[in-house]
């Protein structure tokens, strides 16, 4: 597996796999995601990672099929934070990938964007997505109110933070 920099011809892809309720139900992704929402939203993106404010690439898998996305928003730049966003595609649930996108975004934000942190907040009741960040060596930080409007109040985050030191 690689990543790569998001692209526009990476849109079809994304949208196939993103338009999955599986995959929406436990992301940020709009539900139900809109027919053209990934070429919207890769338009979207490109002018915050010229700004060295969001780093977003697409998993590409052995066989050079895109299974998912991995991405850091919020980039504060050398000596802060930024916030840890990803998934993966249903057909390639269970063979690691998630966590490997999540080792290799953090082995970036750490080696080449000297941030000092990496934090992520997957819901709470998402256990796959709590596991995947365990295994990449993030800490459960603590529960904490719902901070997105895609959710209702009454659900919560796990709140998953991994240091630079502690990467290192």
Not at 43 to 48: F, N, S, W
Not at 90 to 103: H, L, M, N
Not at 118 to 139: D, M, Q
Not at 144 to 153: A, E, F, G, H, Q
């Amino acid at each position: 597996m690689r990543l790569e920099p998001i692209r526009p011809d990476h849109a079809d892809a994304v949208q196939r796999l993103a338009r999955d309720p599986l995959v929406t139900a436990m992301t940020n992704l709009p539900e139900p995601y809109p027919e053209g929402g990934a070429a919207w939203w890769i338009a979207d993106l490109l002018p915050r990672r010229e700004a060295g404010r969001e780093y977003v690439f697409a998993l590409r898998v052995e066989d050079g099929d895109v299974a998912g996305v991995v991405g850091l928003a919020d980039v504060e730049g050398a000596g802060g934070a930024a916030e840890l966003g990803y998934w993966v595609g249903v057909p390639y649930w269970g063979r690691g990938y998630a966590t490997s996108a999540c080792v290799m975004a953090v082995d970036f934000a750490f080696g080449w964007l000297g941030l000092a942190e990496v934090n992520a907040y997957p819901l709470r009741e998402n256990a796959a997505s709590r596991r995947v960040l365990e295994k990449a060596g993030f800490r459960l930080e603590g529960i904490i109110p719902n901070k997105y409007p895609k959710w209702s109040p009454e659900r919560s985050l796990a709140h998953y933070r991994i240091t630079r030191a502690e990467w290192s």
